[in-house]
Every structure is written in C-alpha cells, then in structure tokens.
C-alpha cells in the first residue's frame, strides 16, 4: 500500500502513452489529475473502471481534471485497451513500473487464495499546484467517476 498520504507532494512523472506520446505531471499545472493505477489492461474489473471514467469524461473535463491511466501493460496492450473502449485520455505504459514504484502501488495481493506481486487499484486525485488532495484505495470500478466527483 501506498505511503503517500493528502497533502503530499505528488511524485513527477513521465511515461509513454498508448499513443507513443511522453505524458508528464508537470504538463497539467493549472488542471487537477486523476492518475488511476490499474492491474492488468482488458481485464472485467479493469474495463469497467476505465470505461466508468471515459463515460464521464465531459464531467471532468467541465471541472478542469485530467484523467490518466497508468498500468504495467505495454504500450501495444495500453493502444489496443483504448481502441477497444473508445478512451479518450492517456494510458501510461509503465512496463518498468517507475511510476507505479514512486506512488507506492505495487506489492504483494491475495487472489482465489494465491498470494502475488502486482498493482493496488488505487487513485490519486493532484490539485492545480502538484500535491495530492485525494486518495482512493477501496475503487468502485463501476461508479469510480461518483467517488471521485463526490
């Protein structure tokens, strides 16, 4: 679990998009960021958070948010995800979980009973100046744009 807390200072970043594009934090100033951490592209769970957000992006984009989806999925997995869903904002391809080490959002997940490493579905929602004003670590897949919106 992330040891980040509200009132941090969010960790910079920068990453590859599915689109091949450099993504960075530092680019949103001015804007507030959802940077949602997800486990594996194409997955139920997953699809449904993402196609959640995509359904409400006008309401974000209303509010100034900038939505991003980060993953350790490669970028071919990351552009065939948003092509099938039609998702309208970045999804980072963090294959060398660079990103997803500095949130603090990798580590060990029980299963079906089979304990593993891999990603806490976890959202960070970044104010205009950087720093961290929200953090949801109990993701509603199918109602995450209310618990953010709230």
């Known amino acids: 679990m992330t040891t980040l807390k509200i009132g941090d200072k969010a960790p910079d970043f920068s990453g590859i998009d599915q689109n091949g594009s450099t993504v960075q934090l530092k680019d949103f100033k001015g804007k507030k960021v959802v940077l949602f951490f997800y486990p594996k592209a194409s997955t139920p769970g997953c699809t449904a958070e ?65 304990e593993f490493d891999g990603i806490h579905r976890t959202t960070f929602i970044i104010n205009e100046d950087g720093f961290i004003e929200d953090i949801i670590e109990k993701v509603k897949t199918k109602e995450h744009a209310t618990q953010i919106l709230k």
């Open 50 to 114: 993402a196609c959640d957000l995509q359904n409400n992006i006008d309401r974000f984009v209303a509010k100034n948010y900038q939505v991003i989806g980060v993953s350790a999925d490669s970028q071919k997995r990351q552009l065939n995800f948003a092509i099938k869903n039609n998702l309208q904002y970045p999804l980072i391809a963090d294959e060398d979980k660079v990103v997803i080490n500095a949130y603090g959002v990798w580590g060990p997940k029980k299963f079906m009973g089979r």
